[in-house]
């Protein structure tokens, strides 16, 4: 598994500070379409290893980070570059689909 859990406590270390840029995977556990599309974002974190960094936020146990980003629904796919959201994808999508929306 190459994604980070994202806390907010290392939030700031692997997000907002790194060098690369980070894909952020917002989702719950109970959440159907999450489940279809964590192996799409472990796909995305293994292709594109050294390019950028992936991690996921649980909603459910990461409510802060879940509220400063305004997510409303999951799954929610948001590309940070320099410690701010350039791009987002909402809802499951195909693998093509999400690299395009976040110009991978």
């Known amino acids: 598994m190459n994604e980070i859990v994202l806390t907010k406590e290392n939030w700031e270390s692997e997000v907002t500070n790194s060098p690369v840029p980070v ?3 917002f989702w ?6 999450c489940r279809m599309i964590a192996p799409i974002v472990s796909e995305i974190a293994s292709e594109y290893a ?10 459910d146990e990461q409510n802060e980070l879940a509220l400063a980003y305004r997510i409303a629904s999951i799954p929610t796919l948001m590309l940070f570059k320099d ?7 909402l809802g499951y999508r195909q693998k093509a689909d999400i690299i395009q929306a976040l110009g991978l």
């Not at 719950?28 to 379409?33: F, H, Q, R």
């Not at 050294?50 to 909603?59: D, R, S, T």
């Open 50 to 59: 050294g390019k950028i960094k992936v991690g996921k936020v649980n909603v």
């Open 23 to 25: 894909l952020v995977d």
């Open 83 to 89: 410690g701010k959201p350039v791009a987002s994808v």
């Open 28 to 33: 719950a556990v109970w959440c159907g379409p």
